[in-house]
């Protein structure tokens, strides 16, 4: 054989292998890979209907669990706010239950205040402790000497809270981060309604959200986003039409057809020029008006000095873009204007949101299908009060409180820092906690008395927005316990008790979730017995109370008359020539307040717009960025009249060149190992108060400078930088 | 794999119309499929292991700049490019059109993610880490996998069986909208629909002929069975 | 007659303890450098213990980039490989005699560099333990490993590598093994004697010899063109923008055999330093092999222009955006690949006075496999950093294991020659004989020159 033959032969056995190669079926060889059709999956699960409680949403939930455990949250189809669907918080909310850093029984603090030295006492130590502390406040006569710190409450709960307070002779204090008072201010002006309006945005044509992110923290994101999916794709001929006003385009303005960038502050100078644009064009709803009483004359009067071509000017919009914005919004009905919380934490936003709730009302959204909608019976709930929050800081200050209890609330995070809460509250003598986690006010209490998480609890949850559809979700625990922990509401009960104590119209039915049942009872309309233990399991079952057949209030029943004005200008705190930006501070898409920031899971998932994980960050126009050659990434100083604190930039090509924008959510200092240390708490670049006239929380009203620090910011995001500009790529 | 005869072949469509990006759907998969969380520092170093993630694109300049949002997961490609590669069948084609993969056959060489167009195969660089008690909260249904083996996205797989398997009991085929994935269970606008694309009648089928359809990457010609409903409408997407 | 015959005798008694001279008993030198080869090999052990127990979180890739430093090494490793086959194969099949001084050292470089190249599978997966999934062992499951994936034709090719390229070396060595056996005494001589496997020089043996090492030759090209078209294909088989091309398995092909090449010539420097090997390794050596790797260059060089052109007249944009990717990012790299193997090395190659200065032959040889192991880099990480989905473009730096396991290789493979110099005959008796048999004139590539082995 020579050479060239050998060569041939090599050649073609070689061939020849890698023909035969491709006629093996590769199905065959791997038989047992293939589950087969009678395979077997272990054990059988149960399913539990509760209410999340990550945000005063109120969603209804389905806890799957097995063997004990607590495997998934599924949202429940049955409950109306939500409709099976659940958002990431809820998503993630399983974790608090298993989290490595619950506290696992009750705490007695041994080290200085704040060193989280603590070590474990028995549950009858720690409520006789207590118990002991509140002993005095009874008799000493002292007024306001205990305070009690709770989120908004409703329900038993509130009940049961309110009647401990004035057993103990001591003050309930609730607090809401993300506060809705100037909501509900606006609502009893314009609507003559104490209670957040519902928008029924599945069947509307034309919404214009000024900075209400609906879809991501807005009041009741998961209802709106169901809704949002209905607008878009379920009507066979119409898709509903969505433009977002506000300096910044948050995740939900990412999804609208067109944003309008309004400078900050100017939101309700946008909704009044609108409203202007409608009235001049003569597109409102008259007879609509007349009900509302509603006089276009002095409308337009309340307009006269606001042009179109000025209103252009102050939003820094162009006058086409308002003009079409308006009369889309007059004519493609039904129409809904919504005010969030961005436009609320302005100086001017009780003003601004009026002005939104006037666009509703000119074009007869009120009451109607795809329009803004009230329940029957309006829903009192406790509000929380900035102003009465401050005084409270005051009496902290001056020692006259004795005795502070937080439930649910984290004030020392959730203030901002000039508020001087975290002083105050070390003057306070005693200091008690029910919180599960060692958040940063824990982390100051003498003793912590932990409550159940919430998949170990009983309650009831009136949603934040129950709109038309009257609704109570019950909470009921799907889990035994995992840690040596009290039902709060159980421990008020017994401290109580050990005072010879009663709480009127609840003590008779002795532990918490017996109160609970009455109380479900009462709201079901039934009478005790046989028949109502049936409708009590399948109220459980079901996961509350949801009358759907009751009717959505048609007209308004307010005192007084609204007289409409155009809102006043905003005010900042810092001068614009030494800080020329405006810092813009939202709630996370994913964090919210904060209060989630605890739980793993979220912290590493992406940002929705930013897609940055584990963090905080600062967003920067590429082109203000640039000018201060600033880049992605890079740590900056913001500095504020009232502080400054150093972040990493994130490069955001969908903001005003001189606004700038944080998140909120991060920077606690405690909270378990996923949140404690990390990132920045932008409040701390706020001042209490900026309106002095005008008491109430204002997360936008602050100007910034910043200074480049360094190139390492530690920003981690999800996407590529570079490869977020490269849709194109991929023909999309 | 058209040959297959099953009465059943998975497939999804996602409306990027209805989609917000508001990623509950991440969380959801993540905590249905037993997807670790990696921590700060291996997420720095692009080690995450989400199953699906939400692609947020930026499109022109300030003020006329778009985000669009583009949730991404294993395409469930029928002729899937990360299964031939595979040198142990730990990637392989299922007869319902499902790309399986087998945790305990992989071995890890990666190959697979390489070839992937779409990169969502992830891989367990480390033992994944539950600290005590959070390792309750594991869904008994799927393989905690460990470390050195690729996974990704299965069409929750463990619902499907689980669906099947009732049917099977009550003698009859899986039902329209019987078995949800957890991503497309929690989408609040329901922007994800999951279905049986062999039923002509089902929501998916006719959804999925939609003249708003589009594949990603299509021109790979892998035939991926996620097919997606283009956004927008004035301004056009 | 009979003078003369003495004389030749005496000259090969000569030759053969000159020869022989690396296999005396090991200097103080030859331990220092074991021991310092064996401690940087010993901590890349370390290294890659360190990644079996915690994973390959400790090594720089990630996702997107999930192949990394060690496919880079496994690449370049078998490239070298071919330095062996080049020079013994393809030369003994063009019977050019100036091969014979340096062909069992190419050989063994084969042997080693493809031995090392096998490692890096092993470390690069992610369940080393389950390695032997790859191997097809009959099962109770029934289970195969998938012959579809270019990974089992990997697998199967570096196997037949490794066995081919051993044998090769060996049946070349035995004529050699049987002259140690016989100079050496005790334990070693029982050793030899195994190895030379009863070696007596009948004529018999010698004509079988003979055509086995005719045989071995022309098997082992093809294998070796196979193999590195395979590992081309590791690549060129996938979707990935920037490998998915049917220029990969020449372009491969020819990387290998320039680094092979080159990676011979340092080879050569180094042995005529270290063995005095002045005598048999001249200018005309280095000329020759200089010309050799002036050709391979031009093929690489072309192959290279011809693969960019087609991306940049194509322009399909994301394969024009991992080329962009690739000159911006790594222009340095990129910079010293086109300048190494090419702007360099072809016009220096040119020079007749460059092939023959064996210090500027070093440097340049050296260079070329600087170069190479650059270019594998450039093919392997920009690509996988851009792939289809820009939203998943990523990064990848090594790590200090991956750099760790990267010098181990180095030294490992520096060790393995060094103990395998010590112990058998680093220069090919036979064939140095074989050629001294031979008329006096020696054809060294093209040209005649006058035979001077005897004389000087
Ligand atoms: N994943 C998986 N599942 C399997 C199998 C598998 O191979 N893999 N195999 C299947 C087979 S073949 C079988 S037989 C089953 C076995 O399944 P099981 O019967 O559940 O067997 P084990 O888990 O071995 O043991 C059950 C319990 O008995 C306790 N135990 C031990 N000694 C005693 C004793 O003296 N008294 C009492 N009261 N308790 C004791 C053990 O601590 C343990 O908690 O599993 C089946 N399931
Ligand atoms: N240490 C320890 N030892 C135990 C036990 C324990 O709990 N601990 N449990 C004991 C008990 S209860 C049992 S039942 C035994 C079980 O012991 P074995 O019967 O040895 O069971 P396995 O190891 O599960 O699987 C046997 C083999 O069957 C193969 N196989 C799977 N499917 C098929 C098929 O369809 N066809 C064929 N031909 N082969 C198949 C698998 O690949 C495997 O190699 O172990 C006993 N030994
Ligand atoms: S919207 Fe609020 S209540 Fe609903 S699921 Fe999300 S966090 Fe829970
Ligand atoms: S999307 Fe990727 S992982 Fe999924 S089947 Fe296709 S190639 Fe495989
Ligand atoms: S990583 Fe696992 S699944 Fe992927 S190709 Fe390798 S062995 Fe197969
Ligand atoms: S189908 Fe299941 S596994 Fe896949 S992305 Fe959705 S939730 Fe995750
Ligand atoms: S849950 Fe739905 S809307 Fe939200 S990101 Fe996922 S697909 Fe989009």
């Known amino acids: 054989m020579n050479r060239r033959e050998f060569l041939q032969l090599t050649g073609a056995a070689a061939a020849g292998g890698a023909l035969s190669s491709c006629t093996i079926n590769p199905e065959k060889l791997i ?114 000497g205990m305070i009690f710190f709770t989120p908004e409450l409703q329900g038993t709960i509130l009940q049961l809270v309110k009647a401990f307070t004035e057993h103990f002779n001591g003050m309930h204090v609730p607090y809401e981060s993300l506060s809705l008072e100037s909501h509900r201010k606006a609502s009893v002006d314009v609507y003559g309604r104490y209670e957040l309006p519902d ?298 008790k050990t005072e010879g104590g009663k709480v009127p119209g609840i003590s008779a039915y002795g532990d918490y979730p017996a109160v609970l049942k009455e109380h479900i009872r009462q709201a079901s309309g039934h009478k005790p017995g046989a028949d109502f233990e049936r409708v009590w399991t399948k109220t459980l079952q079901r996961g509350g109370i949801f009358k759907e057949d009751s009717k959505p209030v048609k007209s308004i029943n307010r005192s007084g008359k609204f007289i409409f004005t155009v809102p006043r200008k905003a005010v900042f705190s810092g001068d614009e020539k030494q800080f020329p930006f405006h810092l ?55 500095e504020s009249p009232a502080g400054s604190i150093r972040v990493p930039v994130v490069i955001y090509p969908a903001i005003r060149s001189e606004v700038m924008a944080m998140p909120l959510g991060q920077g606690h200092r405690n909270f378990g190992r996923y949140a404690a240390g990390r990132g920045v708490n932008p409040l701390d670049l706020l001042e209490t108060v900026v309106d002095k006239e005008n008491r109430l929380p204002a997360l936008g009203a602050t100007r910034v400078r910043i200074k480049r620090i360094s190139k390492k910011g530690g920003l981690i995001t999800a996407g590529h930088p570079d490869g977020s500009y490269r849709g194109e790529l991929l023909e999309i | ?220 010609g892998t035939e991926p069975v996620v097919i997606y409903l283009k956004g927008g409408g004035r301004e056009g997407a | 007659m009979p003078e003369e015959e003495g004389l030749k005798q005496k000259n090969i008694q000569e030759m053969n303890e000159k020869m022989l001279s690396s296999i005396r008993p090991p200097t103080g030198k030859w331990v220092f450098l074991a021991v310092v080869l064996g401690a940087i090999t010993g901590w890349a052990a370390y290294a890659w213990w360190v990644q079996l127990s915690t994973g390959l979180v400790v090594a720089g890739i990630n996702r997107p980039v999930m192949w990394g430093f060690y496919i880079i090494n496994f690449v370049f490793w078998v490239g070298l490989s071919h330095s062996g086959t080049m020079v013994s194969g393809i030369l003994r099949l063009s019977k050019a005699n100036w091969r014979r001084p340096i062909l069992r050292a190419a050989e063994a470089m084969t042997v080693f560099a493809i031995s090392v190249a096998a490692m890096f599978p092993l470390i690069h997966i992610g369940r080393t333990w389950k390695a032997y999934y790859l191997i097809p062992l009959p099962n109770s499951m029934g289970l195969w490993p998938n012959f579809r994936s270019p990974l089992l034709w990997d697998l199967t090719a570096i196997n037949t590598y490794i066995l081919g390229s051993s044998l090769f070396l060996f049946l070349g060595m035995l004529p050699d093994l049987a002259v140690v056996r016989d100079r050496s005494v005790g334990i070693k001589k029982k050793i030899y004697t195994v190895l030379a496997m009863g070696w007596r020089g009948t004529d018999r043996e010698w004509s079988l010899y003979g055509k086995a090492s005719t045989i071995m030759a022309a098997l082992i090209v093809p294998v070796a063109v196979s193999v590195h078209s395979i590992v081309s294909w590791d690549f060129a088989m996938t979707l990935v923008p920037g490998w998915h091309s049917t220029i990969f398995a020449p372009y491969f092909v020819s990387g290998a055999m320039f680094s092979g090449v080159a990676a011979v010539i340092t080879l050569m420097v180094i042995l005529r330093k270290a063995f005095h090997l002045e005598h048999h390794l001249r200018e005309e050596h280095f000329d020759n092999m200089g010309k050799l790797l002036l050709v391979i260059s031009l093929v690489w060089s072309y192959l290279y222009f011809a693969e960019v052109l087609t991306i940049w007249y194509g322009h399909k944009p994301i394969e024009w955006e991992v080329f962009i990717f690739t000159a911006d990012r790594y222009s340095f790299l990129l910079g010293l690949m086109v300048l190494g193997n090419a702007f360099i090395t072809i016009p220096a190659l040119c020079f007749r006075r460059v092939r023959r200065s064996v210090t500027v032959m070093l440097f340049i040889s050296i260079l070329v496999n600087v170069c190479m192991f650059t270019e594998r880099f450039l093919i392997i990480v920009p690509p996988l950093s851009h792939r289809n989905v820009p939203f998943m473009w990523g990064n990848y730096s090594p790590s200090w294991v991956e750099l760790s396991i990267t010098a181990g290789a180095l030294a490992g493979f520096a060790l393995m020659y060094t103990m395998f110099a010590k112990f058998f005959p680093i220069v090919s008796l036979t064939d140095v004989r074989e050629g001294l048999e031979m008329k006096k004139k020696l054809k060294i590539g093209r040209s005649t020159v006058n035979a001077r082995i005897e004389g000087e």
């Not at chain 1, 005051?394 to 975290?422: C, I, N, Q, W």
């Open chain 1, 584 to 638: 813009h501070i939202y709630p996370s898409a994913i964090m919210f307040d904060g209060r989630s920031a605890h739980l793993p899971w979220l912290q590493e998932t992406p940002d929705p717009m930013t897609t940055a994980v584990w963090g905080t960050w600062l967003e920067i126009n590429p082109k203000t960025a640039g000018s201060l050659g600033i880049t992605h990434g890079d740590l900056v100083e913001v």
């Open chain 1, 199 to 496: 928008y029924d945005i599945g069947s509307a044509q034309y919404i214009i959200s000024f900075g209400a992110d609906f879809l991501e923290t807005f009041v009741s994101p998961v209802r709106y986003g169901d809704a949002y999916g209905r607008m878009r794709r379920a009507r066979p001929t119409v898709r509903g039409l969505f433009t977002y006003a506000g300096p910044r385009m948050s995740m939900t303005a990412a999804s609208a057809d067109s944003w309008l960038p309004v400078k900050t502050g100017k939101e309700g100078i946008l909704a009044a020029g609108m409203a202007g644009v409608i009235l001049d064009e003569e597109l409102y709803d008259g007879p609509a008006l007349n009900i509302y009483g509603l006089n276009v004359s002095e409308l337009k009067a309340a307009m006269a000095d606001y042009p179109l071509k000025r209103v252009a000017e102050e939003t820094g919009l162009t006058e086409r873009d308002i003009f079409s914005a308006s009369r889309d919004f007059a004519r493609l009905r039904p129409s809904i204007a919504i005010a969030g919380d961005t436009v609320a934490h302005q100086t001017n936003g009780i003003d601004s949101i009026k002005a939104v709730h006037l666009l509703n009302l000119l074009t007869g959204n009120f009451g109607k299908q795809g329009g803004v909608r009230f329940s029957p019976k309006d829903l009192k709930q406790t509000a929380s009060s900035y102003s009465k929050l401050l005084d409270t800081i005051d009496d902290m200050s001056g020692g006259s409180v004795r005795v502070a209890l937080f439930h649910g609330v984290d004030p020392v995070y959730a203030l901002p820092k000039t508020s001087g809460f975290e002083k105050a509250l070390g003057k306070v003598p005693f200091i008690a906690s029910f919180s599960s986690f060692q958040c940063d006010t824990t982390r100051q209490a003498d003793l912590i008395l932990p409550d159940h998480t919430d998949l170990e609890s009983w309650g009831e949850v009136i949603p934040s927005i129950g709109g038309d559809i009257g609704v109570v979700g019950t909470v009921q625990p799907v889990v035994r316990p995992v840690h040596n922990t009290l039902a709060f509401p159980d421990a008020l009960l017994s401290l109580v």
């Open chain 2, 1 to 220: 794999m058209s040959k297959s005869k099953s009465n059943y072949k998975w497939g999804m469509v996602i409306d990027l119309d209805r989609c917000t990006g508001c990623s509950a759907c991440v969380v959801a998969c993540q905590a249905e499929n037993n997807v670790p969380v990696v921590g700060e520092e291996r997420s720095a170093e692009g080690r995450m292991l989400h199953w699906l993630r939400i692609e947020r694109y930026w499109d022109g300049e300030y003020p006329h700049v778009r985000a669009r949002f583009i949730p991404v997961l294993c395409q469930q490609c029928d002729n899937a490019p990360c299964e031939p590669v595979c040198p142990v069948y730990a990637s392989y084609q299922t007869p319902e059109g499902l790309n399986g993969q087998v945790y305990n056959r992989c071995v890890g060489t990666r190959y697979c993610a390489n070839n992937c167009p779409w990169s969502v195969r992830v891989f367990n660089f480390h033992e994944p880490e539950w600290p005590k008690p959070l390792n309750d909260q594991l869904n008994p249904d799927v393989t905690v996998r460990s470390k050195g083996v690729m996974e990704k996205c299965t069409f929750c797989i463990q619902r499907i069986n689980r669906g099947k398997m009732k049917a099977k009991e009550e003698g009859r085929l899986v039902r329209d909208d019987e078995i949800q994935p957890a991503c497309a269970q929690t989408c609040p606008p329901g922007a994800i629909i999951f279905g049986n694309m062999a039923d002509k009648g089902s929501f998916v089928f006719r959804l999925s002929r939609s003249s708003r359809r589009f594949r990603l990457l299509e021109d790979l």
């Open chain 1, 31 to 144: 038989p047992l890979l293939v589950p087969p059709e009678d395979g077997s999956i272990p054990g059988v699960a149960d399913y539990y209907a509760s209410i999340c409680r990550q945000c005063p949403a109120g969603c209804g939930i389905i806890v799957r669990v097995s063997e004990g455990r607590a495997n998934k949250i599924e949202g429940n189809p049955l409950h109306p706010v939500n409709k099976g669907k659940l958002c990431a918080r809820g998503q993630a909310a399983l974790q608090a239950l298993y989290h490595p850093d619950r506290i696992r029984q009750p705490l007695k603090r041994t080290g200085v205040r704040g060193s989280g030295e603590f070590s474990p006492v028995s549950w009858e130590e720690g409520l006789s402790l207590l118990a002991e502390k509140l002993k005095g406040m009874k008799t000493a006569g002292a007024r306001k």
